[in-house]
């Protein structure tokens, strides 16, 4: 990332010194005159310097003050730069926001004035704030569906929790889930199992709104820890292999078992747990081949929202960005709503961000 950063400014500055500007679409801006400012008459490598150090959002601010400042702060480049610093430190990201991954994979001497995104777009597109912005201003479905469910009961919605990061991480998610009333609080405990995989527990979000996790685990308990005490690993008995014949090729793909899939033909939505400590060893091929399987279309409706956990044992723990972890599970492939969301296994920090968001998708599921 450093030196995608470094050659970003690189790249600025010698095209700044080349002279006309060029805008998004790859044509040529010229910039009305205009009595000088102060910071208007700085070399053009001060000037650059100067706005590398602004927040997009005081970009635009100045780029509201004048007809130079305007075309000057929608230079392509520099929004790649602030896209490039900003994104790692983005704790979610949703299936309307992920960046193209060719954004990032593409060298700087591919780039040219003729085919440069417009990297504006896209910076204000997966920026938090600017989204926050966007959903501010959706169409409140809230209180019209409180009225509604006042008068018609309507089940708690169910969501199939599973994944690495379940089982992975030195600190469990799910027993902190179920010690932490000050962030979830228990409606009901546990009263059923499916031979021993999952038990499912409804929480109370906002100390209102009722829902309902049925937590599906690899293995037993048992296998579990013999494996963490062993560092062994397990088998995974969610799932089963078949091969079939495509083309001239013989392809593996992956079936849930009987019991998870009685699981996943009731269930509103999906939450997976994968395990984004950045020092570890991931199958993300693997990981999505398991995804697909639990959201087959077969096994109930196409578009039930999966919300993506993007979970680390600790606070400190190096992690792997949500922006990248999107694209490690190539979740562009995915037909439904998801988002990713950074989360802390000991504290619980973005759950409730991400609970939210998953309940919101079903209200708005329900509304239509």
């Given at each position: 990332?450093?030196?995608?950063?470094?050659?970003?400014?690189?790249?600025?500055?010698?095209?700044?010194?080349?002279?006309?500007?060029?805008?998004?679409?790859?044509?040529?801006?010229?910039?009305?005159p205009a009595p000088a400012s102060a910071l208007q008459s700085l070399p053009i490598d001060v000037q650059l310097y100067i706005m590398s150090f602004l927040s997009p959002q005081d970009l635009c601010h100045l780029g509201s003050t004048n007809q130079y400042w305007r075309l000057a702060v929608q230079d392509p480049l520099l929004w790649r730069y602030f896209l490039l610093r900003d994104l790692p430190s983005w704790s979610s990201v949703d299936w309307k926001s992920l960046p193209d991954v060719e954004i990032f994979n593409r060298a700087f001497s591919e780039i040219n004035d003729?085919?440069?995104?417009?990297?504006?777009?896209?910076?204000?597109?997966?920026?938090?704030?600017?989204?926050?912005?966007?959903?501010?201003?959706?169409?409140?479905?809230?209180?019209?569906?409180?009225?509604?469910?006042?008068?018609?009961?309507?089940?708690?919605?169910?969501?199939?929790?599973?994944?690495?990061?379940?089982?992975?991480?030195?600190?469990?998610?799910?027993?902190?889930?179920?010690?932490?009333?000050?962030?979830?609080?228990?409606?009901?405990?546990?009263?059923?199992?499916?031979?021993?995989?999952?038990?499912?527990?409804?929480?109370?979000?906002?100390?209102?709104?009722?829902?309902?996790?049925?937590?599906?685990?690899?293995?037993?308990?048992?296998?579990?820890?013999?494996?963490?005490?062993?560092?062994?690993?397990?088998?995974?008995?969610?799932?089963?292999?078949?091969?079939?014949?495509?083309?001239?090729?013989?392809?593996?793909?992956?079936?849930?078992?009987?019991?998870?899939?009685?699981?996943?033909?009731?269930?509103?939505?999906?939450?997976?747990?994968?395990?984004?400590?950045?020092?570890?060893?991931?199958?993300?091929?693997?990981?999505?081949?398991?995804?697909?399987?639990?959201?087959?279309?077969?096994?109930?409706?196409?578009?039930?929202?999966?919300?993506?956990?993007?979970?680390?044992?600790?606070?400190?723990?190096?992690?792997?960005?949500?922006?990248?972890?999107?694209?490690?599970?190539?979740?562009?492939?995915?037909?439904?709503?998801?988002?990713?969301?950074?989360?802390?296994?000991?504290?619980?920090?973005?759950?409730?961000?991400?609970?939210?968001?998953?309940?919101?998708?079903?209200?708005?599921?329900?509304?239509?």
């Open positions: 990332m450093e030196w995608a950063l470094r050659g970003s400014l690189r790249l600025l500055r010698e095209r700044w010194r080349r002279g006309p500007r060029q805008r998004g679409d790859g044509q040529a801006a010229t910039l009305a003729n085919t440069l995104y417009d990297y504006m777009a896209i910076y204000r597109k997966s920026c938090q704030q600017m989204r926050r912005s966007l959903k501010s201003n959706r169409p409140k479905y809230r209180a019209v569906t409180s009225f509604l469910q006042s008068l018609v009961t309507q089940a708690e919605p169910r969501f199939a929790m599973f994944g690495p990061g379940l089982e992975e991480l030195d600190e469990s998610l799910v027993v902190k889930m179920m010690t932490c009333p000050e962030t979830l609080l228990i409606a009901d405990l546990p009263l059923r199992q499916i031979h021993g995989i999952g038990s499912g527990i409804s929480f109370y979000f906002n100390n209102n709104q009722k829902f309902n996790i049925l937590t599906l685990y690899s293995t037993t308990s048992v296998e579990r820890k013999r494996a963490r005490r062993e560092q062994t690993v397990t088998v995974n008995k969610m799932f089963y292999q078949e091969s079939s014949i495509e083309g001239n090729h013989q392809a593996v793909h992956y079936n849930v078992i009987a019991q998870v899939k009685k699981v996943c033909e009731v269930v509103d939505g999906f939450i997976y747990v994968a395990n984004a400590e950045a020092n570890k060893i991931h199958d993300r091929q693997d990981e999505l081949a398991h995804i697909l399987a639990m959201i087959d279309p077969a096994l109930g409706p196409q578009n039930r929202p999966v919300l993506f956990l993007s979970c680390t044992s600790y606070d400190g723990v190096k992690r792997i960005p949500c922006v990248y972890m999107a694209h490690q599970l190539q979740l562009n492939q995915l037909r439904q709503p998801w988002m990713v969301q950074d989360t802390v296994a000991a504290n619980l920090t973005g759950l409730l961000n991400g609970v939210e968001w998953l309940l919101e998708e079903i209200e708005h599921k329900n509304a239509q």
